[in-house]
């Protein structure tokens, strides 16, 4: 088990940018599917984004895909997640979530549905106002 923990969430107007983070408590240097999902008031979690530590390639979803970026650092063992271009839309909590899945070869699927993860950030919420 992983823990995980959000930060760098706030206020911001239409267009302008942040960036979170999401720091974990263990080595997620390999083998980890970590994702961002976010949920707004009376809405379910959705996918934002996910990618496989050690892999190639990272999925977006359709209403973020080229104005957010996931990244990470394995030296620091955490999960970035940068936001341009932000609509009041947005307006979410946001949340980190990380599953092991071990490597195989021709590339690891990372589920992008919240029953695919089993660890879990408290969130860290982003208003955007118009």
């Known amino acids: 088990q992983v823990q995980l923990v959000e930060s760098g969430g706030g206020s911001v107007q239409t267009g302008g940018s942040l960036r979170l983070s999401c720091a974990a408590s263990s080595d997620i240097s390999g083998n980890y599917c970590m994702a961002w999902f976010r949920q707004a008031p009376g809405r379910e979690r959705e996918g934002v984004g996910n990618?496989?530590?050690?892999?190639?390639?990272?999925y977006y979803a359709d209403s973020v895909k080229g104005r957010f970026t996931i990244t990470h650092d394995n030296a620091k063992n955490t999960l970035y997640l940068q936001m341009d271009r932000l609509k009041p839309e947005d307006t979410a909590m946001y949340y980190c979530?990380?599953?092991?899945?071990?490597?195989?070869?021709?590339?690891?699927?990372?589920?992008?549905?919240?029953?695919?993860?089993?660890?879990w950030g408290q969130g860290t919420q982003v208003t955007v106002s118009s």
């Open positions: 990618l496989y530590i050690g892999g190639s390639g990272t």
């Open positions: 979530a990380a599953e092991r899945r071990l490597f195989v070869p021709g590339g690891v699927y990372c589920p992008r549905q919240t029953n695919g993860y089993t660890n």
